[in-house]
C-alpha cells in the first residue's frame, strides 16, 4: 500500500483528496500459502523478508520517476535473465510435450496446489477474494482490482464464479468492475490457461463478463509473467464483448531484495509510473 500511495501522489498530487475518499479491502492469503510450503518441506520467507522488503521499497523512492529505464534495470546488481528464457522456452513446448506443470511445481508451488483437486487450497483462497469483491459490487462507485502473481488466477477465476454460478447470478454477473490491473500475471502461459475456470468452455461461457477494462503489466526478466501478452491469449474475451478493452504494458522493475534483482517484486511493480498512471487514470474517473 505504501509502494503504491508514494507512486500516485507523487505522480499525481492533485488526486489526494481523490486517493483519501477511496476505500481499500486487501486480500491476503499469505498464510495459506506458508501452510502449504510448510507441508511439502519447502521454507517459508524468513522473519527478515518484511524488513529487506522495507529497505527495498526506500530504494525504490529514492529513484528519479524518469528512471525507471532498461538502462537503470541493466545496472541492477544479480539479474538472471535466463529464469524468464527459460519459463519462455517452456512456455513455446508446453502444448506439445506437457512440460509447464514441472516447471510451476518448482519456481510457484503454490500455485500448482492451487489447482489441485484433491486439495481445498484453491478452494480457500477463492474464498479470501469472494467476501470483499462481494461487499465492493454491493456498494456504489467504480472498483479497481489490482492482483499480483498467484492473485491474479484467484480474481480471474472468481470474476469467473461471480459471471457464470448460479449462486453469485444475475446480482453480481451484472456488476461490472471498471478496472482490473494484473502485476507480473502467469495468465499467458500455455499450463495456467488450460487450469483455469472456464478454459473447457467455449463462447462466452468461457470468460469472465463482470470486468470492462483489463491492463497488464508485465516486467523484463519476470519469470511469472514471462507471456506478458494477454491480449493476444484473450483475444476471444473481445470477440465475444465479455470486457471492453484489454491492454498490455511492459515495464523494467528496479526491485533488488537481499542483493539480487527481484523483477517479480509486487512493490517495485506498485510504484513503477505506468502502474500508477492507470490508477490515476481510475481516481479520475
Known amino acids: 500500500m505504501e509502494a503504491l500511495r508514494f507512486g500516485v501522489l507523487t505522480d499525481f498530487p492533485a488526486l489526494k483528496k481523490d486517493w483519501d475518499k477511496v476505500r481499500f479491502e486487501y486480500v491476503y492469503y499469505g498464510d495459506l500459502s506458508n501452510q502449504y510450503l510448510e507441508k511439502i518441506g519447502r521454507t517459508p520467507p524468513p ?8 529497505v527495498s521499497l526506500e530504494e525504490l523512492k529514492r529513484r528519479s520517476r524518469v528512471a525507471f529505464t532498461r538502462q537503470a534495470y541493466r545496472c541492477l546488481p544479480n539479474r538472471r535473465s535466463w529464469m524468464e528464457l527459460l519459463a ?3 512456455g513455446a513446448m508446453a502444448n506439445v510435450l506437457r512440460v509447464g506443470q514441472p516447471l510451476i511445481e518448482a519456481f510457484a508451488p503454490d500455485m500448482d496446489q ?11 483462497v477463492r474464498g ?4 470483499p469483491l462481494k461487499r465492493a459490487m454491493r456498494r456504489e462507485g467504480d472498483i479497481l482490482v489490482i492482483a499480483h502473481s498467484l492473485g491474479a488466477l484467484v480474481a480471474y477465476d472468481t470474476f469467473w464464479k461471480f459471471s457464470h454460478t448460479a449462486e ?8 461490472k468492475v471498471h478496472t482490473w490491473l494484473t ?3 502467469p495468465l499467458g502461459d500455455e499450463t495456467v490457461k488450460r487450469n483455469l475456470r472456464g478454459a473447457r468452455a ?13 491492463v497488464n503489466v508485465s516486467a523484463e526478466d519476470d519469470y511469472v509473467s514471462h507471456d506478458g501478452n494477454v491480449r493476444n491469449d484473450y483475444r476471444g474475451m473481445l470477440t465475444c464483448k465479455c470486457i471492453e478493452s484489454i491492454k ?3 515495464i523494467y522493475n528496479l526491485a533488488v531484495r537481499q542483493g539480487m534483482a527481484n523483477p517479480h517484486n509486487s512493490e517495485g511493480y506498485l510504484i513503477h509510473p505506468k502502474v500508477t498512471a492507470v490508477v490515476a487514470a481510475f481516481l479520475k474517473a
Open 248 to 250: 498490455d504494458i511492459p
Open 202 to 214: 467455449s463462447g462466452p461461457r468461457k470468460y469472465p463478463h463482470n470486468v470492462r477494462r483489463w
Open 183 to 185: 502485476l507480473g500475471s
Open 168 to 175: 453469485y447470478m444475475p446480482r453480481y454477473a451484472e456488476r
Open 47 to 54: 522473519p527478515d523478508d518484511l524488513a529487506d522488503r522495507w
Open 88 to 90: 519462455d522456452s517452456v
Open 114 to 124: 492451487y489447482w489441485n483437486p484433491d486439495e481445498e487450497f484453491g478452494e480457500y
Open 128 to 131: 479470501r477474494m469472494i467476501a
